[in-house]
């Protein structure tokens, strides 16, 4: 019987039934058709073999689309002697050797063919043709075979004649090759080789065509196989047909239900367009029972508390001697085998207890056969285990304080803790915070301690597992670290120059309470670090006053803060001030006094100037001309004048002077009568 396979590939490989008609029908030119006839050039060809006892039988096939209606006479092709005066198409006597369906199916075809068109005639005719090269009775039917029965013995050569449908010769004939009837014509050779493979399908067969094809074409094919309980059980219910050529890579013929476990003996016989089955190739195969090494199916798992159980489907093979199971940590691999040994046959299920918590595993299946082979693995199935309790606290904690941070260190954990949260409690709080939303891998952590930078420190440790298990806290370690902080910078925020003095306005920086005093520094050139000027200010000062300064100089003022410790912030940004003219108020009058003795003069005291000013002091005779300096840059508070007139009134006054050579307002004046 013809497996689906091999019709699809006989099918594949023949493509349109007319390759193959063409092929049998092609390969001899035909004689043209008679003289003065409108028919077209014809190709035919003519087959002839010979029983050796005088029996010959004829099967012919031509490629045109020309069908003639009246049959085929047969012509003994020296002599010209009529063999057989008519072959007609559908003759009962050959249908009754047809089955029922392909007498209908004859019928048919023939009634179709006079009023077909060109196009479909042509179809139809390869189809009939198809179907006469592979099956004698068929072609005897179709009115395109004959036999021959004691003919003479010698080489002799035969023509078939087409009839028109009134049984008149249309002119269009052909003949074959000489055939001996007294001398038996060679049957098919075996083909060259045979090899047979297994595979899921079954058991796969291939050969290549048969070498020879011209004389008599071989298209057909049919397979036996010797078990170990029946021989020459035939695969092939009639003749496979194949054409002439197909592709060596694929297999030609597949037993798709070979007996398992055995060794078997597979026969090829290919089989000539005559029915005649020729000489058999053979291959032997071990066939081993594949399908016992089919995956099974609806793989389950699910994780437990310490362990993922398994299960599946198993199979209902006698041949499958057990099953592999596989673990992976991903879905591609790698896989590793956790039943080393396999698990029994009648085995569903499989519980996996080297499992850690908050772990996915996944997990497949394979078969194994009756000699340990391993068949394809299942589709995977994945679960999540549970961890067995909570982890074990952590022990051995420590805490180790630095300038300005803590590292606390604890004993690693076993291997189903994925990680650890640490938690802080400041003194005076009562709430823990957690210090890291992502879980710590290694045993350390060191705190920086921001934004506060120091203060008394609590610390405990929690272990987590895979499946975000906590364990209890861990002993508590607690330590201190001392405040080194610098205070925040001061700033200037205002500065003035005028009334020959300078004024600062500072401000802390926040937050104000770090602040103990300020230190002030001044400068004389834009490049000068300058020095610290005076001593330090209060931490409440919020302004400064220098009045060591000089009207029309240049100054430059930093001011820095101090904490109670005396560390010093860094400087705020420099300002600079030029300083103006001071006040100057009127002077005072001054005072004076004539002297005649040891030697004419007088001397005129008066109020030392303010700090930054210098005392000018003048003098006029007799209340005519202009005020003579007779002193300038004065600061002691009294001089002598004794360049004096010889009589009369002598004036004083008194100027004060700042550094920018500003002048204040003259003082009241004082007479002094020469005698």
């Known amino acids: 019987m013809k497996s689906p396979m091999v019709m699809k590939m006989a099918i594949k490989r023949i493509g349109l039934a007319a390759c193959c008609f063409i092929l049998l029908a092609s390969s001899v030119v035909s004689t043209a058709g008679a003289a003065g006839s409108t028919l077209p050039e014809q190709k035919g060809r003519l087959y002839a073999v010979s029983d050796g006892k005088g029996l010959v039988q004829l099967l012919w096939f031509h490629s045109s689309d020309f069908w003639p209606e009246g049959g085929w006479r047969i012509l003994d092709a020296t002599t010209g002697r009529v063999l057989k005066e008519r072959v007609a198409p559908g003759d009962p006597a050959a249908l009754a050797a047809l089955p029922e369906k392909s007498q209908k199916a004859v019928r048919e075809t023939l009634g179709k063919l006079a009023a077909a068109p060109a196009k479909e005639r042509k179809k139809l005719l390869a189809l009939l043709g198809l179907a006469a090269g592979s099956d004698w009775n068929y072609a005897r039917a179709a009115g395109l075979a004959a036999t021959l029965e004691e003919v003479p013995g010698g080489a002799a050569t035969y023509r078939v004649v087409a009839l028109d449908r009134k049984g008149t010769p249309t002119g269009f004939s052909f003949s074959g090759q000489p055939v001996d009837s007294r001398v038996a014509t060679p049957l098919a050779p075996a083909p060259a080789w045979l090899r047979a493979e297994a595979d899921t399908s079954g058991a796969a067969l291939f050969w290549p065509p048969l070498d020879d094809q011209a004389s008599l074409p071989v298209l057909s094919y049919t397979v036996e196989r010797d078990d170990k309980q029946v021989k020459n059980v035939p695969l092939t219910k009639t003749p496979i047909f194949l054409g002439s050529s197909w592709d060596l890579k694929e297999s030609t013929f597949v037993d798709s239900s070979p007996p398992v476990e055995q060794l078997l003996t597979y026969r090829v016989t290919a089989i000539d367009l005559f029915g005649r089955r020729g000489l058999p190739a053979a291959?032997?195969?071990?066939?081993?029972?594949?399908?016992?090494?089919?995956?099974?199916?609806?793989?389950?798992?699910?994780?437990?508390?310490?362990?993922?159980?398994?299960?599946?489907?198993?199979?209902?093979?006698?041949?499958?001697?057990?099953?592999?199971?596989?673990?992976?940590?991903?879905?591609?691999?790698?896989?590793?085998?956790?039943?080393?040994?396999?698990?029994?046959?009648?085995?569903?299920?499989?519980?996996?207890?080297?499992?850690?918590?908050?772990?996915?595993?996944?997990?497949?299946?394979?078969?194994?056969?009756?000699?340990?082979?391993?068949?394809?693995?299942?589709?995977?199935?994945?679960?999540?285990?549970?961890?067995?309790?909570?982890?074990?606290?952590?022990?051995?904690?420590?805490?180790?304080?630095?300038?300005?941070?803590?590292?606390?260190?604890?004993?690693?954990?076993?291997?189903?803790?994925?990680?650890?949260?640490?938690?802080?409690?400041?003194?005076?709080?009562?709430?823990?915070?957690?210090?890291?939303?992502?879980?710590?891998?290694?045993?350390?952590?060191?705190?920086?301690?921001?934004?506060?930078?120091?203060?008394?420190?609590?610390?405990?440790?929690?272990?987590?597992?895979?499946?975000?298990?906590?364990?209890?806290?861990?002993?508590?370690?607690?330590?201190?670290?001392?405040?080194?902080?610098?205070?925040?910078?001061?700033?200037?925020?205002?500065?003035?120059?005028?009334?020959?003095?300078?004024?600062?306005?500072?401000?802390?920086?926040?937050?104000?309470?770090?602040?103990?005093?300020?230190?002030?520094?001044?400068?004389?050139?834009?490049?000068?670090?300058?020095?610290?000027?005076?001593?330090?200010?209060?931490?409440?000062?919020?302004?400064?006053?220098?009045?060591?300064?000089?009207?029309?100089?240049?100054?430059?003022?930093?001011?820095?803060?101090?904490?109670?410790?005396?560390?010093?912030?860094?400087?705020?940004?420099?300002?600079?001030?030029?300083?103006?003219?001071?006040?100057?108020?009127?002077?005072?009058?001054?005072?004076?006094?004539?002297?005649?003795?040891?030697?004419?003069?007088?001397?005129?005291?008066?109020?030392?100037?303010?700090?930054?000013?210098?005392?000018?002091?003048?003098?006029?005779?007799?209340?005519?001309?202009?005020?003579?300096?007779?002193?300038?840059?004065?600061?002691?508070?009294?001089?002598?004048?004794?360049?004096?007139?010889?009589?009369?009134?002598?004036?004083?006054?008194?100027?004060?002077?700042?550094?920018?050579?500003?002048?204040?307002?003259?003082?009241?004046?004082?007479?002094?009568?020469?005698?």
């Open 283 to 675: 291959a032997r195969l071990f066939m081993p029972d594949l399908r016992a090494l089919r995956p099974v199916t609806k793989v389950k798992a699910k994780g437990h508390e310490g362990e993922v159980t398994v299960t599946w489907e198993p199979l209902e093979n006698p041949h499958t001697s057990a099953y592999l199971v596989e673990r992976a940590l991903s879905a591609s691999g790698a896989y590793e085998p956790v039943t080393p040994k396999g698990v029994k046959r009648g085995t569903s299920s499989y519980r996996d207890t080297a499992v850690m918590g908050g772990v996915h595993y996944y997990y497949r299946i394979r078969s194994v056969g009756p000699r340990g082979d391993l068949g394809q693995p299942s589709d995977y199935a994945v679960a999540m285990a549970r961890s067995k309790g909570i982890p074990a606290a952590p022990a051995g904690i420590k805490i180790e304080a630095g300038r300005d941070r803590l590292r606390v260190t604890w004993e690693s954990g076993d291997d189903k803790v994925a990680g650890y949260f640490i938690e802080q409690r400041a003194e005076g709080n009562v709430k823990w915070l957690r210090l890291n939303s992502v879980l710590l891998q290694q045993p350390r952590f060191e705190d920086d301690l921001k934004p506060a930078g120091h203060g008394t420190f609590s610390y405990r440790v929690i272990a987590v597992t895979r499946d975000a298990r906590e364990s209890r806290p861990s002993k508590t370690v607690t330590a201190t670290i001392e405040e080194r902080s610098f205070p925040p910078a001061p700033s200037i925020t205002g500065i003035d120059g005028a009334g020959g003095k300078v004024i600062l306005a500072i401000r802390p920086g926040p937050p104000e309470e770090k602040t103990d005093r300020f230190l002030i520094i001044r400068a004389v050139e834009p490049k000068d670090p300058g020095v610290v000027f005076g001593d330090p200010l209060p931490g409440s000062a919020r302004t400064f006053t220098d009045t060591f300064v000089k009207p029309g100089r240049h100054y430059w003022y930093s001011v820095a803060a101090l904490d109670k410790k005396g560390n010093r912030s860094d400087l705020s940004s420099p300002v600079v001030v030029r300083v103006g003219a001071p006040d100057m108020p009127k002077p005072a009058k001054p005072a004076a006094q004539f002297l005649a003795k040891p030697f004419k003069r007088v001397e005129v005291t008066f109020e030392a100037p303010a700090p930054g000013l210098t005392a000018t002091v003048q003098r006029r005779i007799a209340d005519r001309g202009p005020w003579i300096t007779i002193a300038r840059n004065e600061l002691s508070g009294s001089i002598v004048n004794t360049s004096l007139p010889a009589q009369g009134k002598v004036s004083y006054r008194l100027v004060h002077r700042a550094a920018n050579g500003a002048e204040s307002e003259p003082s009241d004046t004082t007479d002094i009568i020469i005698p």
